[in-house]
């Protein structure tokens, strides 16, 4: 069973950046899918970036590109969101995740899931 935990979140004012970091236990299989989400008060979960780990292939909801950038590190078995440009939309309950659905943003795709880390972004 893999675990996922997160760290990193914290108060920003808008316009400066933040990284979330997620460590990823022991996966059992080679190629999956990591990916960020996140879920302001009152709203729905969304994906925000996702990293195939066989080849590196990221996918980014349209809301962050340009902004947001996710990567993995193998060695240390970490998951990273380096957050710029920060604006007080952004602020939510950020998670980190783990699938096997290629590309995916969607919750359904995702079966482990971090306990989450809180992102506030002040204007």
């Known amino acids: 069973q893999v675990q996922l935990v997160e760290s990193g979140g914290g108060s920003v004012q808008a316009g400066g950046s933040l990284r979330l970091s997620c460590v990823v236990s022991h996966h059992a299989h080679s190629r999956y899918c990591l990916a960020w989400f996140r879920q302001a008060p009152g709203m729905e979960r969304e994906g925000v970036a996702s990293?195939?780990?066989?080849?590196?292939?990221?996918t980014y909801t349209d809301s962050v590109k340009g902004r947001f950038t996710i990567s993995k590190d193998n060695t240390k078995n970490t998951l990273y969101l380096q957050m710029n440009s920060l604006k007080p939309e952004d602020t939510a309950m950020y998670y980190c995740a783990a699938g096997y659905r290629y590309a995916s943003l969607r919750i359904a795709d995702y079966g482990a899931w971090g306990q989450g880390t809180q992102v506030t972004v002040s204007s």
């Open positions: 990293v195939y780990t066989a080849t590196g292939y990221t």
